[in-house]
């Protein structure tokens, strides 16, 4: 279960003026699932207007609807063994996603799982949150109690020339539980939960 408190702890981390989000990369693909371009690059040195609009779409994620847009799925051991998709985000998010050579390869696997018959993009953003320790009264401390460090993604059909749409379907990973980092679980987003992308859901659960 998400905890909503903990889901907005985060977003509010997640500001023009004082964001923890550090890198933001993507690929863009045709209609058959064929990369069509990509990217990789530090978010603090994009304008404040191009700020704004991508930390928008990365909102759309933890700031959704709590327990029926976004959902808690436990990964299981078998979906981490070696050469799985979770070894694969692991090695992203170890290397603060400057690595291209596992990102082209993501979007490689990506493609061929994901071809809903229309070019959509997918954006994939890297965040470190310093979680403040809390007194027994909740009372923020000045210590912090640990590094959070996490993956957004989000998949938006275009809406223009390299352009995204409304995410349709995204993640939030390790999971943010109990103000902790949590890499057994991983948090799926559905934008319309009575329309889900079962194939993604099943590509990402079975590793």
């Known amino acids: 279960m998400i905890q909503r408190e903990d889901m907005l702890e985060l977003t509010r981390r997640m500001t023009p003026a004082r964001s923890c989000i550090s890198r933001i990369a993507g690929a863009y693909f045709d209609e058959e699932g064929y990369v ?14 191009e700020r704004t609009k991508q930390l928008a779409l990365a909102k759309t994620v933890p700031f959704s609807d709590t327990n029926v847009q976004l959902k808690d799925y436990k990964i299981s051991r078998e979906a981490r063994r070696p050469g ?5 985000l692991d090695g992203i998010l170890q290397s603060e996603m400057k690595n291209d050579g596992l990102l082209d390869l993501f979007y490689e696997v990506l493609g061929e799982t994901y071809q809903p018959g229309a070019p959509y993009a997918f954006f994939l953003f890297y965040g470190r949150y310093d979680v403040p320790a809390k007194a027994e009264d909740k009372a923020r401390l000045e210590d912090s109690e640990e590094l959070y460090e996490y993956l957004i993604g989000t998949i938006s059909p275009l809406a223009g020339e390299y352009e995204p749409g409304k995410a349709e379907f995204g993640f939030l990973y390790p999971a ?12 799926l987003f559905e934008r319309i939960p009575e329309r889900t992308h079962r194939e993604l859901t099943q590509w990402l659960l079975k590793g």
């Open 176 to 187: 943010f539980r109990d103000r902790r980092s949590e890499k057994e679980y991983v948090n």
């Open 84 to 88: 799985s998709i979770w070894q694969l």
């Open 36 to 49: 069509d371009g990509t990217f990789n690059t530090n978010f603090l040195r994009l304008s404040l207007s």
